[in-house]
């Protein structure tokens, strides 16, 4: 067998293996984690492992995975194959130069074969080659692993196989069935030399073997098959029937060979996973025939807070207590030195104003029977406190709103560069956002996200191992189950999303894509993986992305520029109907995170020479961050509209996440000796999370930080929580049978600056969910060019379509969108994109509007014009919000 080939390793292994051969060209080959029959070709080049997909196709040639369009080469051996790829120049970061031999373990008491023991990969995580092949989620089998011969020369196949006949004579006293007896001699005699001389090809598949023991396995198929159909009665009883659970029968006839061998497996697979879980099921459903043992929800505590109260009308302050009874539905005021106490009943509370200058400062508006309605104004010891205090209200009013669907979600961004290394058992101060920053209150800390969103680079494990890994952690910290929405990877960057097991029906339309940005966009280890769904009616996007490293200041920061750009327009996310628009338009929210490796434009003290003053250690020491983000790449990059257009982030106010020295965040290793002198690595926010939403959506950021107590990379994690407003799936409530006039949306004018220097026509598109199909403008009635470069177009009444949205209803129109691209009429192009929102245009009389446009997340002019939103005086019932339960106002 080629000694490059280490059969079904972990890729954990594999890339420990060609870290100690350390060579630039190295190389092996190992099975596919979660295809069956395919190959990973594990690459070193620059001190990073790069994985190759290998694909058998329907007659069994391989070949490897290349990008859509280009050519394919096929082999029939994989020594064909790898031959090929040791010469230069065919399309690999390197060519295969220095083969990685197996570790042999010469096993005790046999001298007459050489063997070798291999790691094996039982709980079968999903690698860095598996991507694009299986839907996410798709679970694979572990296949238990002997130990592998060598391939000996043909002179001494015959020998070995007369030595195996003659152990397997010395065996027959034992009670094994003598058909069985049989089928095993005859492979030994005749096909154990075709297997070897299969092998000898580069064909690693033991095919006969497989024949022979599905064959003789074949009684054992009945078996299995009353036993799973006894063991899917007894579940049934504690389950749904349409349990994950129950294996789904084959249709069909008997099976041979390899595929009855493969069936055979994953039935004992199935009886595992049964018996292991019967108990479990049993002791889960058991509670409820005992109502003194039954196993409750969690429950949300009540919590207290301490405050000063200031009457308004009174102008009295003193100090009181504040107690949020979530699941009572009740807030309990106490004076400190009274034994009186308020109740306030949710329905009760109209409204919380919260002020744009004093961040601790909170107005109580409620309902107190027989009286004007009451305000009261209170002083919490810091905003966190205040903002703890607002999460638990919004939380109870929502436990007792009897809505069928939620207005909003709570939501968790997290971004984590792991360095390659494992992470930690403990993870619960980066999932509940504790540590530096802007952080939780720790009243809040133990409430589950509805929705966790978790993008890694550099990750080690498995796709399985690192989503069994996250939904460990998240109940240990919650004591909530949450289910996988997806999980999309390339290389060792990975987004996983998560949701509350109450939401996974209002999940929908689930898109994964990922972009290559290293050489050509092919190969390398920088990326980005991307996911896209529906929450109900509200569109979401998620971008994680590992741009290019380095630090020196002009040429990196233009190629990460590159990359974005890049992402933005390869990434294939979201409705397939707004592909003319790109990723940053497609989206009511999206959010992009991750290594997006911009630095600071400041010098780093080292002695007296070299590097001088102004010291970025100096300023991270007096936490002096505002004079560090004044000379962020990304900031400044933003500033000038190149990278991240309209993007929002919340403020920084935690160290710099890189470049820690591994094992504790005390100190930075800026510094790497090398044989061409020291590498700089300036302590950076290289991992950042950021977010675009539609114009007059509700989003607010709860939290942005890194945990301190996470150590084994370089990098910090990072989170970021969000509240974010919803909408439901509208039906209306018009009788069908009912003629009643309808909404209508229209235009008097539009006036669009775009850069162009041709003198061609224009037109409008306007793509809406709240419209059947797109519309289309006629051409622009005035065209003028008073700035060189630019054209001023002008659209009047007469030229623009009106809309009738499909549903008429105020509720409904107040959470709808218009995109408008405006392209020339000779090539159909775009010039400009933007999004408007009909929130603020509805009414009798038209609102003017103005907004940027962009194209491929660049500027490249704007647009205005005066429209409105009639909507008949019966279809203008609405209700409010929870989210505008909480209103802002600016202090007295």
């Known amino acids: 067998m080629a000694p490059w080939y280490h059969w079904d390793i972990s890729r954990v292994r594999a890339e420990d293996l060609l870290a100690k051969a350390g060579k630039d060209g190295s190389f092996l080959v190992r099975d596919s984690e979660s295809v069956p029959g395919a190959y990973a070709l594990c690459l070193l080049f620059q001190r990073q492992v790069h994985t190759y997909r290998i694909l058998p196709d329907e007659e069994g040639l391989l070949a490897v995975q290349t990008t859509q369009g280009a050519q394919i080469k096929c082999f029939q051996t994989l020594n064909d194959l790898i031959a090929t790829y040791q010469q230069p120049h065919k399309g690999l970061v390197t060519p295969l130069l220095f083969p990685v031999r197996q570790e042999e373990t010469p096993e005790e008491g046999s001298d007459d074969l ?127 029937p349409n349990s994950p659970m129950a294996p789904q029968k084959k249709q069909g006839g008997s099976l041979t060979g390899d595929s009855s061998l493969e069936n055979l497996i994953s039935k ?22 005992q109502p003194s043992m039954m196993v409750r929800p969690k429950t949300i505590p009540v919590q207290n807070f301490e405050s000063k109260v200031h009457k308004v009308k009174l102008g009295k302050s003193q100090r009181a207590s504040l107690t949020v009874d979530v699941e009572g539905g009740k807030v309990i005021l106490k004076k400190l030195n009274s034994s009186v106490e308020e109740l306030i009943s949710h329905e009760k509370i109209l409204q919380l104003i919260k002020y744009q200058n004093s961040q601790n400062k909170l107005r109580f508006v409620f309902d107190k029977e027989g009286q004007k309605n009451q305000q009261r104004d209170f002083i919490f010891e810091n905003a966190r406190k205040k903002e703890g205090f607002c999460q638990l209200l919004q939380l109870m009013r929502m436990k007792h709103s009897n809505l069928d669907e939620p207005d909003m979600i709570s939501l968790y961004i997290g971004t984590w560069n792991m360095g390659g290394a494992l992470p ?138 590159q990359n974005y750009h890049d992402i ?19 989206f009511t929210h999206l959010f992009w995170f991750g290594d997006l490796n911009y630095r600071l434009d400041m010098d780093v003290q080292w002695g007296e020479e070299v590097f001088h003053c102004p010291d970025i250690l100096n300023h991270i020491h007096k936490k002096d961050f505002e004079t560090l983000l004044s000379v962020d790449q990304l900031n ?29 965040r005390d100190s930075y290793m800026w510094q790497k000796v090398k044989a061409t002198g020291v590498r700089v690595n300036v302590p950076s926010w290289c991992d950042r999370i950021l977010w675009k939403s539609y114009p007059e959506t509700h989003i607010v950021c709860n939290s942005y930080g890194c945990p301190d107590d996470i150590v084994t990379s370089d990098h910090s994690p990072v989170f970021a929580t969000f509240e974010v407003g919803v909408t439901s799936q509208f039906v209306s409530n018009k009788d069908p049978g009912c003629r009643s006039e309808e909404a209508l949306i229209e235009f008097e004018t539009i006036e669009a600056i775009v850069k162009a220097c041709s003198r061609a026509k224009f037109f409008i598109e306007f793509h809406s969910s709240c419209l059947e199909d797109f519309k289309k403008s006629w051409e622009n009635n005035s065209q003028s060019s008073d700035i060189p470069g630019f054209l001023k177009l002008g659209w009047s009444a007469t030229q623009l ?83 505008e339960w909480i209103s802002f106002e600016k202090d007295e």
């Open 424 to 561: 930690p058992k403990n993870i619960a101060s980066w999932l509940q956002s504790k540590g530096l920053g802007k952080t939780q209150d720790e009243t809040t800390t133990s409430i589950p996200q509805d929705v966790y969103v978790i993008g890694s680079q550099e990750n080690p494990l498995g796709d399985r191992e690192w989503t069994e890994f996250l939904r460990a952690a998240i109940k240990s910290v919650t004591e909530t189950d949450v289910k996988l929405v997806a999980i999309q990877s390339l290389w060792n960057i990975k987004l996983t999303v998560l949701v509350k097991v109450e939401h996974e029906n209002r999940i929908s339309h689930v898109n994964t894509s990922s972009v290559k940005t290293g050489i050509a966009n092919t190969l390398g280890n920088k990326g980005a993986v991307g996911m896209s769904f529906l929450f109900n009616g509200t569109s979401f996007g998620f971008v994680n992305c590992h741009l290019t490293s380095g630090t020196e200041k002009t040429h990196r920061t233009i190629l990460r520029n």
């Open 636 to 664: 400044l990059e933003k500033e000038k509209n190149k990278v991240f257009l309209r993007f929002n982030e919340e403020e920084i106010n935690f160290p710099p996440t890189y470049r820690y020295e591994r094992g504790s």
């Open 801 to 883: 379509p009106m809309l009738n949205p499909i549903l008429s209803e105020m509720e409904y129109l107040l959470d709808q969108h218009l995109l408008l691209t405006v392209k020339s009429v000779d090539g159909y192009e775009s010039y400009g994109e933007c999004c408007v929102a009909l929130k603020s245009m509805i009414g009798c009389t038209a609102q003017q509007f103005e907004m940027f446009l962009s194209h491929r997340g660049e500027e490249t002019g704007s647009v205005r014009g005066w429209m409105k939103v009639r909507i008949p005086k019966e279809r203008r019932n609405t209700r409010e919000r929870l989210y």
């Open 268 to 289: 004992i697979s199935t009886l595992n996973n049964l018996l292991s879980s019967l108990e479990k099921k049993v002791k889960a459903y058991s509670p409820q025939f």
């Open 114 to 240: 050489k063997t070798r023991t291999y790691d094996t990969a039982l709980s079968c995580p999903n690698g860095d080659d598996e991507k694009a092949v299986l839907s996410p989620g798709h679970a694979c089998s572990s296949l238990p692993v002997a130990s592998t011969f060598y391939v000996p020369s043909q002179a001494s196949r015959a020998q070995i196989s007369q030595l195996l006949q003659q152990r397997l004579q010395e065996q027959s006293s034992l009670s094994s069935p003598s058909e069985f007896l049989g089928l095993l001699s005859e492979y030994l005699k005749t096909n154990l030399q075709l297997d070897l001389e299969t092998m000898k090809s580069g064909t690693p598949k033991l095919w006969h073997l497989n024949k022979a023991l599905g064959v003789a396995c074949k009684g054992l198929h009945s078996e299995l098959d009353f036993t799973l159909s006894s063991l899917e009665t007894l579940v049934k009883v504690f389950d749904h």
């Open 568 to 586: 933005i327009r390869s990434l294939l996310l979201g409705d397939k109907q707004l592909s003319a628009f790109d990723t940053t338009l497609r």
